[in-house]
C-alpha cells in the first residue's frame, strides 16, 4: 500500500500578529512553577499522603484500645490532619480531575493535536515567505495564498480499484504516536469513538511497523461497530472466504439450503452430490441424543478424603434440587441437568452439565458453576478453586469423556440410499462402500489409534458450516467427532449410511452469529436468532443440519474413493487453470 502524504492539511485563517514565537524559544511548562522537580514532588506528596494516613489510624486505633474519645485530638494529630489534606487535595488536582474528564468527556478535535498548533502555523508561514529577492517598500509583501488542503489517501487496490481509506493531518499525527508508542493501539476505538477510522489508523500503523504491505486485505465493506466488545479486537480488515450452497439437502421431511465458508475445491460439489443422492433416496432422518453443555472447575483439597467428601455430595440425589435452585439462578435457559466427579488424589473435577437454549452457552453454564461453587464454600470452607476449567469439560480438545458422555448435541443421522442412485449418481456400488468403510473409516482408523475419528472427513464439513453460520471454528475438534456406519440392506441392494456425532455444538444466538453475513446464513437455514415457539429448537435444527451434511459428505467421498475418481475431481476442481508464471510476469 502506497500513501501520499502533504506536509499539512490544515488551512490557517488567520495571522495572529499580537503574539510571535520563535522556533528555538523554549516554551514554558505548567510544572516550572513547582519549587521541586515534578517527580520529587510527587514523590514528596505520596510519602506525605499515606504517612500522614498511618499516623491518624495507628493513633486511633490506640485510643479504641484504651477507649479514649476520638474528639480528643493532640497537637501531633492536628498537623497529622493537616497534612492529610494538603496531600489529598495536591494528588487529586492531579491526578483526579484529569481521569474524571477522560471519563465523561470525549476526546475532541484537537485533543491528537500539538499543544504548540499556533506557534507550529507562525512558523510554516514563516518559511513559506521566505523570499530570494529583496523587498522593497513598493513590492507587496504580503503573504502568498496558501494551497487548498487536500487529505492524505491511503489507496489499498481491491476490485474497482477505487481509495478506500482516506486519512487527514489529524489522523497522520495519531498514526505517528501509535508508531512512536505514545498511543496504544487497543484504545483507538475507545478514544475516536469510530471503530472503522481506528481500524484504518491501526492498519497504516501496522504497515509503517513492520514495514509490510497490507494490500489485498479488505479495509471497507464491514461494520466494525458490530464486532467492538465481543467478537474480535484490534482489527485492521477482514479476511474474505467464499461461501457455496449444498443442497437441498433433505431431513426429516424438510429441504435446507447448506451455507459451507471453504477455499477448498471439491468440498461444496461433493458435499452437494451427496446432498442429491440423498434426496433422490426420499431424504434423511436426524434424532437428537442429549442436549447439554459442560464445564468442569478443578477444586483441591487438604486430603483425599475430603475430595471424597464433596463427591459423595454432589453426586447424592437428594443434593441435587437445592444446587439446582442455585444454579439457575445465572440464566432464564440455563437449567441443571447433572454433576459428574472425577477424583486425582486431593484434586476434584466437577463435571457440570446444563440446558443453555438457542446459545452455545460456555458463558451461561459457566456463570451457573461458579454460583454453585461460592454456594459450596459455606459447608466446605477448605476448597480452593484452581480453576473454573479443569479441562474435563472438555471444551476445544479431542477427549473421551466428549466421546463417550456427549457435549452439546449429542446427534445420530441415517438414510437409506438406493441402489440404482448408489450406481448411477454415485458411480459405485454397495458392496464397495461397505467394504471401503471398514477398511478405512474402522479399522483403518482404529490402527490410527483415533480418538472420535472414525470417519472420512466430517471436520471438513462440520468447519465449512460453523465459519459460514458464525459458530466457533475452534469448536469443531469436538464436533467433528464422528463415526460413519455402512450396511447393505433390502437383500444387499441398497446402502443404510448413518453419522453419530456425540459432541455439536453450536448455537443461534451470541458471539459470531450475530454479525450480518453469518446472519443472513442462519437465516437461509431458517434458525435465525432464538426460537419463538420453543427454547433450543433452532440450534437443535442447526445441528441436525450440521449432521446431516457430514452424512452428504460422508457419503460423496467414499463413494469417489471407492470409484477410483478422488484425485481426477480434485485435479478438476481443486487446481487453479491459470498459468501461473505468466501472471507474475
Same mark, same amino acid.
Given at each position: 500500500?502506497?500513501?501520499?502524504?502533504?506536509?499539512?492539511?490544515?488551512?490557517?485563517?488567520?495571522?495572529?500578529?499580537?503574539?510571535?514565537?520563535?522556533?528555538?524559544?523554549?516554551?514554558?511548562?505548567?510544572?516550572?512553577?513547582?519549587?521541586?522537580?515534578?517527580?520529587?514532588?510527587?514523590?514528596?506528596?505520596?510519602?506525605?499522603?499515606?504517612?500522614?494516613?498511618?499516623?491518624?489510624?495507628?493513633?486511633?486505633?490506640?485510643?479504641?484500645?484504651?477507649?479514649?474519645?476520638?474528639?480528643?485530638?493532640?497537637?501531633?494529630?492536628?498537623?497529622?490532619?493537616?497534612?492529610?489534606?494538603?496531600?489529598?487535595?495536591?494528588?487529586?488536582?492531579?491526578?483526579?480531575?484529569?481521569?474524571?474528564?477522560?471519563?465523561?468527556?470525549?476526546?475532541?478535535?484537537?485533543?491528537?493535536?500539538?499543544?504548540?498548533?499556533?506557534?507550529?502555523?507562525?512558523?510554516?508561514?514563516?518559511?513559506?515567505?521566505?523570499?530570494?529577492?529583496?523587498?522593497?517598500?513598493?513590492?507587496?509583501?504580503?503573504?502568498?495564498?496558501?494551497?487548498?488542503?487536500?487529505?492524505?489517501?491511503?489507496?489499498?487496490?481491491?476490485?474497482?480499484?477505487?481509495?478506500?481509506?482516506?486519512?487527514?493531518?489529524?489522523?497522520?499525527?495519531?498514526?505517528? *504516536? +501509535?508508531?512512536?508508542? !505514545? =498511543?496504544?493501539?487497543?484504545?483507538?476505538? @475507545?478514544?475516536?469513538?469510530? &471503530? /472503522?477510522?481506528?481500524?484504518?489508523?491501526?492498519?497504516?500503523?501496522?504497515?509503517?511497523?513492520?514495514?509490510?504491505?497490507?494490500?489485498?486485505?479488505?479495509?471497507?465493506?464491514?461494520?466494525?461497530?458490530?464486532?467492538?466488545?465481543?467478537?474480535?479486537?484490534?482489527?485492521?480488515?477482514?479476511?474474505?472466504?467464499?461461501?457455496?450452497?449444498?443442497?437441498?439437502?433433505?431431513?426429516?421431511?424438510?429441504?435446507? *439450503? +447448506?451455507?459451507?465458508? !471453504? =477455499?477448498?475445491?471439491?468440498?461444496?460439489? @461433493?458435499?452437494?452430490?451427496? &446432498? /442429491?443422492?440423498?434426496?433422490?433416496?426420499?431424504?434423511?432422518?436426524?434424532?437428537?441424543?442429549?442436549?447439554?453443555?459442560?464445564?468442569?472447575?478443578?477444586?483441591?483439597?487438604?486430603?483425599?478424603?475430603?475430595?471424597?467428601?464433596?463427591?459423595?455430595?454432589?453426586?447424592?440425589?437428594?443434593?441435587?434440587?437445592?444446587?439446582?435452585?442455585?444454579?439457575?439462578?445465572?440464566?432464564?435457559?440455563?437449567?441443571?441437568?447433572?454433576?459428574?466427579?472425577?477424583?486425582?488424589?486431593?484434586?476434584?473435577?466437577?463435571?457440570?452439565?446444563?440446558?443453555?437454549?438457542?446459545?452455545?452457552?460456555?458463558?451461561?453454564?459457566?456463570?451457573?458453576?461458579?454460583?454453585?461453587?461460592?454456594?459450596?464454600?459455606?459447608?466446605?470452607?477448605?476448597?480452593?478453586?484452581?480453576?473454573?476449567?479443569?479441562?474435563?469439560?472438555?471444551?476445544?480438545?479431542?477427549?473421551?469423556?466428549?466421546?463417550?458422555?456427549?457435549?452439546?448435541?449429542?446427534?445420530?443421522?441415517?438414510?437409506?440410499?438406493?441402489?440404482?442412485?448408489?450406481?448411477?449418481?454415485?458411480?459405485?456400488?454397495?458392496?464397495?462402500?461397505?467394504?471401503?468403510?471398514?477398511?478405512?473409516?474402522?479399522?483403518?482408523?482404529?490402527?490410527?489409534?483415533?480418538?472420535?475419528?472414525?470417519?472420512?472427513?466430517?471436520?471438513?464439513?462440520?468447519?465449512?458450516?460453523?465459519?459460514?453460520?458464525?459458530?466457533?471454528?475452534?469448536?469443531?475438534?469436538?464436533?467433528?467427532?464422528?463415526?460413519?456406519?455402512?450396511?447393505?440392506?433390502?437383500?444387499?441392494?441398497?446402502?443404510?449410511?448413518?453419522?453419530?456425532?456425540?459432541?455439536?455444538?453450536?448455537?443461534?444466538?451470541?458471539?459470531?452469529?450475530?454479525?450480518?453475513?453469518?446472519?443472513?446464513?442462519?437465516?437461509?437455514?431458517?434458525?435465525?436468532?432464538?426460537?419463538?415457539?420453543?427454547?433450543?429448537?433452532?440450534?437443535?435444527?442447526?445441528?441436525?443440519?450440521?449432521?446431516?451434511?457430514?452424512?452428504?459428505?460422508?457419503?460423496?467421498?467414499?463413494?469417489?474413493?471407492?470409484?477410483?475418481?478422488?484425485?481426477?475431481?480434485?485435479?478438476?476442481?481443486?487446481?487453479?487453470?491459470?498459468?501461473?508464471?505468466?501472471?507474475?510476469?
Amino acid at each position: 500500500m502506497e500513501a501520499g502524504r502533504r506536509s499539512s492539511t490544515k488551512p490557517v485563517q488567520s495571522l495572529k500578529p499580537t503574539k510571535t514565537v520563535s522556533v528555538d524559544e523554549d516554551l514554558t511548562k505548567a510544572s516550572d512553577a513547582l519549587p521541586l522537580p515534578l517527580h520529587l514532588s510527587n514523590a514528596f506528596f505520596f510519602t506525605l499522603f499515606f504517612s500522614a494516613v498511618y499516623f491518624l489510624l495507628s493513633h486511633w486505633r490506640e485510643k479504641i484500645r484504651t477507649s479514649t474519645p476520638l474528639s480528643v485530638v493532640t497537637f501531633s494529630e492536628i498537623i497529622a490532619i493537616l497534612a492529610f489534606v494538603a496531600s489529598f487535595i495536591y494528588l487529586l488536582g492531579f491526578f483526579g480531575i484529569d481521569f474524571v474528564q477522560s471519563l465523561i468527556l470525549r476526546p475532541q478535535t484537537e485533543v491528537w493535536n500539538s499543544e504548540d498548533d499556533d506557534e507550529v502555523a507562525d512558523v510554516l508561514l514563516r518559511k513559506e515567505d521566505a523570499r530570494k529577492v529583496p523587498c522593497g517598500q513598493a513590492l507587496d509583501c504580503s503573504l502568498p495564498p496558501l494551497p487548498p488542503p487536500a487529505p492524505i489517501v491511503t489507496v489499498q487496490k481491491v476490485l474497482d480499484e477505487k481509495p478506500v481509506t482516506v486519512l487527514t493531518e489529524e489522523d497522520e499525527e495519531i498514526i505517528k *504516536s +501509535v508508531v512512536a508508542g !505514545t =498511543t496504544p493501539s487497543y484504545s483507538l476505538e @475507545s478514544k475516536l469513538g469510530d &471503530c /472503522k477510522r481506528a481500524a484504518a489508523i491501526r492498519r497504516e500503523a501496522l504497515q509503517r511497523l513492520t514495514g509490510k504491505s497490507l494490500e489485498g486485505l479488505p479495509l471497507d465493506g464491514f461494520d466494525y461497530e458490530s464486532i467492538l466488545g465481543q467478537c474480535c479486537e484490534m482489527p485492521v480488515g477482514y479476511v474474505q472466504i467464499p461461501v457455496g450452497i449444498a443442497g437441498p439437502l433433505l431431513i426429516n421431511g424438510r429441504e435446507y *439450503s +447448506v451455507p459451507m465458508a !471453504t =477455499t477448498e475445491g471439491c468440498l461444496v460439489a @461433493s458435499t452437494n452430490r451427496g &446432498c /442429491k443422492a440423498i434426496h433422490l433416496s426420499g431424504g434423511a432422518t436426524s434424532t437428537l441424543l442429549r442436549d447439554g453443555m459442560t464445564r468442569a472447575p478443578v477444586v483441591r483439597f487438604g486430603t483425599a478424603k475430603r475430595a471424597a467428601d464433596l463427591k459423595l455430595y454432589l453426586e447424592d440425589p437428594d443434593n441435587f434440587d437445592t444446587l439446582a435452585v442455585v444454579f439457575n439462578r445465572s440464566s432464564r435457559f440455563g437449567r441443571l441437568q447433572g454433576i459428574k466427579c472425577a477424583i486425582a488424589g486431593k484434586n476434584l473435577y466437577l463435571r457440570f452439565t446444563c440446558t443453555t437454549g438457542d446459545a452455545m452457552g460456555m458463558n451461561m453454564v459457566s456463570k451457573g458453576v461458579q454460583n454453585v461453587l461460592d454456594f459450596l464454600q459455606t459447608d466446605f470452607p477448605d476448597m480452593d478453586v484452581m480453576g473454573i476449567s479443569g479441562n474435563f469439560c472438555s471444551d476445544k480438545k479431542p477427549a473421551a469423556v466428549n466421546w463417550i458422555e456427549g457435549r452439546g448435541k449429542s446427534v445420530v443421522c441415517e438414510a437409506i440410499i438406493k441402489g440404482d442412485v448408489v450406481r448411477k449418481v454415485l458411480k459405485t456400488t454397495v458392496e464397495s462402500l461397505v467394504e471401503l468403510n471398514m477398511l478405512k473409516n474402522l479399522t483403518g482408523s482404529a490402527m490410527a489409534g483415533a480418538l472420535g475419528g472414525f470417519n472420512a472427513h466430517a471436520s471438513n464439513i462440520v468447519t465449512a458450516v460453523y465459519i459460514a453460520t458464525g459458530q466457533d471454528p475452534a469448536q469443531n475438534v469436538e464436533s467433528s467427532h464422528c463415526i460413519t456406519m455402512m450396511e447393505a440392506v433390502n437383500d444387499g441392494k441398497d446402502l443404510h449410511i448413518s453419522v453419530t456425532m456425540p459432541s455439536i455444538e453450536v448455537g443461534t444466538v451470541g458471539g459470531g452469529t450475530q454479525l450480518a453475513s453469518q446472519s443472513a446464513c442462519l437465516n437461509l437455514l431458517g434458525v435465525k436468532g432464538a426460537s419463538k415457539e420453543s427454547a433450543g429448537a433452532n440450534s437443535r435444527m442447526l445441528a441436525a443440519v450440521v449432521a446431516g451434511a457430514v452424512l452428504a459428505g460422508e457419503l460423496s467421498l467414499m463413494s469417489a474413493l471407492a470409484a477410483g475418481q478422488l484425485v481426477k475431481s480434485h485435479m478438476k476442481y481443486n487446481r487453479s487453470n491459470k498459468d501461473v508464471s505468466k501472471a507474475s510476469s
